[in-house]
């Protein structure tokens, strides 16, 4: 029964969608391009966090509908500008320091639609940006699944509960890697302030015992009047 499930469900798992981690420096504003047909859905989702820098990774999902969810998990106080652009270049969506957001769209125009991320408004935060982007609906599992008047049977039945439940799968461990990230973020940035502070704290109390050292010694140590010989 596995066997007879497996290749639909990789048919399905091979329909495209992207997710993708990227690295946005202090001052800097990256695009992204994407061709679209008019009448469909989609949308973007967005998430940054702060960060000392790491490489990008791509995942390939199954898209439901035009679909970018982006995230920022590292960098500063986790914010980051995004903007959506039509073909004509007309913005139909704008938000500024915004730390996560969704956005869904209808296109009304076929052509290339674009959409930015910018970390202009920061001096010195790096950020990382994961964002999620789905075109189109999603095909079906089965052959004119859609269509079809008969009920499906056991074995398709069984096909479509896996197929969801991977689905979910994928969702969950994408929401627990992006926890994950942020978490390991704070953590080693706390790690550092603790570790400078500490280092701080022992070069004072280097200071410190140096000069309570030269105190006591000066108080110990008589001082001899300097002697002259009387002129006659």
Known sequence: MLMLCLPALLGALGAGGTELTLE???????????ELESGIKFSLDYQGWAGSGGPCHVAWRVPSETHVPAQVISGGHYDVDCYVEDPNGKTIYQETKKQ???????????????????????????????FDFQVGDEPPILPDMNNRVTALTQLESACVTIHEMLNAVIDSQTHYRLREAQDRSRAEELNGRVSYWSVGETLILFVVS????????????????SSGRAGT
């Open 24 to 34: 946005l420096p202090d001052s800097a504003q990256r695009c992204f391009h994407q």
């Open 100 to 130: 996560y957001d969704s956005f869904s769209h209808h296109t009304d125009l076929k052509g290339v639609y674009t959409f930015c991320f910018s970390n202009e408004f920061s001096t010195f935060s790096h950020k990382i940006v994961y």
């Open 210 to 225: 140096i000069g309570q050292v030269m105190l006591l010694k000066s108080f110990f140590t008589e001082k001899r009047p």
